[in-house]
Every structure is written in C-alpha cells, then in structure tokens.
C-alpha cells in the first residue's frame, strides 16, 4: 500500500504560467518531505525539502507548502519554464527510529510535467 | 565530481542466470540504497545500507540480494531473476546526520534491466 500519492500522472501548462504539484501522504510518522525531479535516462536529483516543523520552503522558482493536518504537501514552480518538462517525485521520511519508515524514502508514482511554449 | 555510478546502464538477461548490478558512490556517504522504479508505481525501495556490513529489506525486497563490504560500494545481486524483475533501477546514496539519514540523495543514471 503506497503511503505516498501523487494522484496526478500529468500536468500540462504554458510557459510563464504557474505549475502546481501535488502530493498526499498517509504516514502521521513522516517528518520531512522532498521533492526530486527526473529526466528521462537520468537518475532523480535532489530539488528541495521540508521539514514538520514548517510549512513552507522557498528556493528561487520552487516553493513547497506542507498541511500536516491534511496530510498533504504541493510544490509551486512559478514561473513554469521549458526546462522543467520531466517527471516530479514526491517522497517522505520518518525521523523516529521506532517506526517501520526509519531509514526508508517512500516515494510517489511521480507527475509527468511539460512546459508547452 | 561527486557522483553515483552504476554498471551496466543496459541489461537483457534470461531467467535464472545471476546476474550483479555494480554500484560505486565517491563522497563517503555512509547510506546507500537500491530503488526500481516501475510505471505508476514510482520508486520503491529493495535494500539500503546505513554503514558497511548493515544491510536492510526495503519495500520490495524478494528475489534481491545486496552487500556492503566497502562503504563505496554497494552491488545489488539477483541470484535467479525472473521476468517480473524487469525494471528500471536506481542506486543512490547519502550521508547520515543524527539517528536518521539524510535524505537529500545523489542517484545513479539507472539500470535497465529486461529478463527474458
């Protein structure tokens, strides 16, 4: 069962618009959420994090929102550029050694994005 | 260049014959973890390490094998794959910062890996 879901498999929107991803979780343990981007025929990188304690991250274009009352996090890219086009993984970890998810990253089934000019 | 490096990029094996998928990290990351990623199913998790000679099951380990004998590498073995191991898989690493790793991993460019 995934505790990670990014209900959206595609998002399409114009440049200069605004993308917004979004992603749900089920795990109360989880404590700190990231969000990796993915080109095809290259491994995810690293695009930007959050911790429980906030509920939002900003870095240049990128921002993520966390609702830990929802249980639910999104990520803003404004403006939406060509470059962007690829596949956007949600993913979560817990903190306490005590759970199940200790030492793992759950990860979302990803949102296709393309930048149409 | 700090990076994750995975051999080979492409495999198309038969079932039953063993097969190793090499993985070498150069930035002394202690955690290192093996993902397939699979349509619509996203990246799921066979094994990680969090130091040599600790290994862990992830999400999906059946019919995988991993060791940790070097903090550098850390291979992921399929002693007898079958077709349902077809998939597109990921080593990644990461350094560990208090009780819990931290996650902002550096990945592989991924193996490609059919059975016939």
């Known amino acids: 069962d995934q505790q990670v879901k990014q209900n959206s498999p595609s998002l399409s929107v114009q440049e200069g618009r605004i993308s917004i991803l979004n992603c749900d979780y089920t795990n109360s343990m989880f404590d700190y959420f990231l969000w990796y981007k993915k080109y095809p025929a290259e491994g995810p990188t690293f695009l930007i994090s959050i911790s429980s304690i906030k509920d939002k991250n900003e870095d240049g274009r990128f921002t993520v929102f966390l609702n830990k009352s929802a249980k639910h996090l999104s990520l803003h890219i404004v403006p939406s550029q060509p470059g962007d086009s690829a596949v956007y993984f949600c993913?979560?970890?817990?903190?306490?050694?005590?759970?199940?998810?200790?030492?793992?990253?759950?990860f979302g089934a990803g949102t296709q994005v393309v930048v149409t000019p | 260049e700090a990076q994750v490096t995975q051999n080979p990029r492409y495999l198309i094996t038969v079932t039953g014959k063993k097969l190793t998928v090499t993985c070498s990290q150069n930035?002394?990351?202690?955690?290192m973890s093996w993902y397939r990623q699979d349509p619509g199913l996203g990246l799921r998790q066979i094994y990680y390490?969090?130091?040599?000679?600790?290994?862990d099951k992830g999400d999906v380990p059946e019919g995988y094998k991993v060791s940790r004998k070097e903090k550098r590498n850390f291979p992921l073995i399929l002693e007898s794959p079958s077709p349902n191991q077809t998939s597109l898989y990921f080593c990644a690493s990461s350094s560990i910062q208090g009780a819990r790793a931290r996650t902002e991993a550096f990945f592989g460019q991924g193996t490609r890996l059919t059975v016939v």
């Open positions: 993913a979560a970890s817990a903190a306490q050694m005590t759970t199940d998810s200790w030492g793992k990253l759950q």
């Open positions: 930035m002394n990351h202690e955690y």
């Open positions: 390490s969090m130091n040599v000679e600790v290994t």
